[in-house]
């Protein structure tokens, strides 16, 4: 009867958490520029990936590795271009893209012709020698958040103009293509004629650029916010009570990701000059936070296969195991299933906020060193993840495997209590 009624408190909890959030959740995947901005993220992370291991390969203290690279000179000019014009450039080719798809998500038909637009508008408000050099600061991550801002208000401008069809109308019979570019043109003077004043203004100033403006007003404290103790811990709670009331995590997580891959580049940078790495929660910490990814489905599954007798949880944690290495939470997530489940709910939330608070703890402290910046994809399984990541493989890897420890004694208890149910019902059915 006890426990009958904690599960309906639990239960009347969730479902009004369910109300609370499902139409907020609802809103946010409404916003068409976060959703933009989260696929323009994954449709770069190869660039990004292959950038990051380049300056990984290039600097890598391991064994003999740089004597050898210093033999051979090429391997570190090879990996270092690769990275200058991959990861180093990384606001830029999220520009490339990013005008194009939150255009597309409005439904306007000149989608593809926003992208020389927003481009343009851009290169105006950043600083350049005239006919020889652009400042490719502004192109990497110190211009993530300028390339969202910028994108927006172009987009929102030329949008408003289209819709109230003050463009110019070419004869039938014209390519698509050029009358997209003429309908464009009102929309073009009205956004890149003052866009070039105001950079020619703000020059004279000692800001220097637009760019340093918004960086400052915007990136830096919403760095510090969402990268602290607090923002990370908050930042995957809502994500993971997300994910345990059915709706995608990347309704928060698309918030903060360009500012934990622009942490990242600070991180590889400082890393490839020798410096102390500046940032505790990059884009890689939840390597190490979340094991098996969102929620740390991993944790859950290793617990109801190593403490699990019933054949119903035991079949489901075996199918969920080996996607589960890879970060594929799922199987376990809606096989369980976890989601909607009162008895689950407490050991789901409990783990994930005590490993953010955990990790954090012991990469603050210098117990585990910092993550290098290397983009490591969350799909590479636990341990491996470490090696490539951080900048103290051996004492990241075993502050996970204290972390999967713990991670089994929270869930130990409720596993036992959910299986002894699953066992008297299939006692009951044979």
Known sequence: MEKTAKNSKIEELINKLSDVLTPIAGRMQDFHLISALSQAMQLNLPIVIIGSFACLFAFLDVGGWQ?????HPMISMVCMTIQSLTLSLFGFYILLV???LYANRLGMKQAVAMVPLTVAAYFLL???QLYTAINSEWLGHKGIVSVVLITFIVVRVAKFILDKKLYIRMPAGVPKFVEDGFAVLVPAVVILVPFAIIEYLVAQTPVGCVHQVIYNILQIPFQRVGLSLIGQTLTETAATLCMFLG???????GIVEPVRMAAAAENLAAWQAGLPLPNIAPYGFTNLS????????????LAFLLFARSKRYQGVARIAIVPGIFGIGEPILFGLPIMLNATAFIPFMTVVIFNQIFIYTLIATGIVGRFTGAIVHWTVPPIMNMILGSSTPVAAIIAQIVEICIDLAIWYPFVKLMDREALAE????E
Do not use: Q, W
């Open 67 to 71: 004597t050898f690279v210093g033999a």
């Open 98 to 100: 990013l005008p194009y």
């Open 126 to 128: 950043t600083p350049s």
């Open 247 to 253: 709706l995608h995590a990347n309704t928060v997580i």
């Open 290 to 301: 979340l094991i098996g990814a969102g929620g740390s489905c991993l944790s859950a599954t």
């Open 426 to 429: 299939e006692k009951e059915a």
